[in-house]
């Protein structure tokens, strides 16, 4: 058990900027998506750095404390992953060597981020706050079709109400559920819509073992499979509605198939990345600085640009860290299945699997590990509390230790 001790007004510091985050991201990306140059800019640098910042913090007052040793593990282990690409980087004669390891850096930031802290307690069992995160959401999304629908990119969805939809579901709350779920729809986010529905699927796993989670997911991605294909048969018929139009461009049945357009780029790096790889590079990897030439851009001037990431998460930790990378990104992928063991009350835990599993799934399409101090809290969260045996308000082990007793 840790004799790490909580300080109650600090983690209101952190519970404070995970829930702006949160809050401010669907606004946030509406007002990217209309022009604002702050919002895509300065406000993600500035995300970044208070997470930096407050992860630093939290390091210098927890390191003089008791520590689980699966935490300075899985910091051992990341840190000899970044060893590796800045080495294959160096070998293969990278140019930006150190600016592409910042790519990679942020889940060492996350878990300093929550080392000895017990803040997500709040978010997994705070419906207040999820409810005041779907009503921005209908507020905003009205904002939208009234004033600016047909000026702003159509998919202006963002995570923040793919995790309202799973906190409902978990917790019993079928209209707010549906009602979140339909607004995702219209939102026009297809991966937080793929992501959220795989997760509730996937929900179910937390409490099974790993012969019958394997099994389990072997025929959940059979039916979804199958969903799917009757799904986009169906939506072909439906051009012309805004949400249908984006799913229609990579929808094989219909007539406005274009895989390098609806994709929003993202074949277009998988070919320009992968493309003339050879199978030694794809097992070593490319290393840090790698950069790659984007022949087929999301639109006309962005071909021929100069790319050193892609925005798909495994992808790039394939391309980047070969089998070593690979591997990183299933070890955290792996993270939020140790919500069984967290301590308290079993609907807890299950949102905190779902939320970590919806993050791993969503990564698959954008690269959110390097750029997403939520998306990495929420998926290596459940591992830290796990491990360090914290509860909610936690203040320290004589705390906990007496409510073992109980």
């Known amino acids: 058990m840790s004799s790490i001790r909580l300080n109650s007004q600090f983690e209101l510091i952190f519970i404070a900027f995970i829930g702006l985050c949160v809050a401010l991201s669907f606004p946030a990306n509406l007002l990217r998506l209309y022009g604002v140059d702050f919002f895509a800019e300065s ?37 000899c992953f970044l060893s590796y690409i800045l080495v294959v980087g160096v070998l293969r004669g990278n140019s930006g060597i150190i600016y592409g390891l910042k790519y990679f850096i942020l889940p060492v930031v996350a878990v300093f981020f929550l080392m000895g802290r017990g803040f997500l307690f709040f978010f997994y069992k705070s419906s207040g706050f999820w409810k005041l995160i779907l009503f921005s959401h209908l507020l905003l999304f009205c904002v939208y079709i009234f004033l600016l629908y047909g000026k702003v990119y159509p998919g202006i969805g963002v995570s923040s109400l793919a995790y309202s939809a799973l906190f409902f579901f978990v917790n019993g709350n079928p209209l707010l559920f549906c009602i979140s779920s339909l607004l995702i729809l219209l939102e026009g986010k297809r991966s937080v819509l793929v992501s959220m529905l795989l997760a509730l699927a996937l929900c179910r796993l937390i409490d099974k073992k790993a012969l019958t989670i394997f099994i389990s997911i072997f025929l959940y991605l059979i039916v979804f499979l199958v969903f799917s294909i009757l799904a986009l048969y169906l939506m072909a018929y439906f051009d012309g509605f805004g949400a249908f139009d984006r799913i229609n461009l990579i929808n094989p049945f219909s007539g406005r198939f274009d895989l390098a357009v609806g994709s929003s780029g993202r074949y277009g790096e998988l070919v320009s990345a992968f493309g003339d790889r050879t199978l030694g590079e794809l097992f070593a990897g490319m290393g840090a600085g790698f950069e ?19 925005h798909i998460s495994p992808a790039n930790y394939l391309l980047i860290g070969g089998v070593f990378g690979c591997l990183i990104f299933i070890f955290i992928s792996s993270l939020p299945f140790f919500a069984k063991r967290m301590p308290g009350d079993p609907k807890v835990r299950k949102v905190a699997f779902c939320f970590g599993i919806y993050s791993i799934l969503q990564s698959s399409f954008g690269f959110n590990f390097a750029t997403d101090i939520v998306t990495l809290v929420l998926i290596i969260g459940p591992f830290i509390l796990a491990s360090a045996g914290l509860r909610p308000h936690d203040g320290n082990r004589a705390e906990v230790q007496a409510t073992q007793k109980i």
């Open 43 to 79: 406000y993600p640098k500035i995300i970044l750095i208070f997470s930096f910042f407050l992860a630093s913090i939290n390091l210098a007052l927890v390191f003089n404390k008791k520590v689980s040793l699966y935490v300075f593990f899985i910091v051992l282990l990341y840190s």
């Open 292 to 310: 790659y030439q984007w022949d087929l851009g999301y639109e006309s001037q962005q071909s021929g640009e100069t790319k050193g990431y892609l």
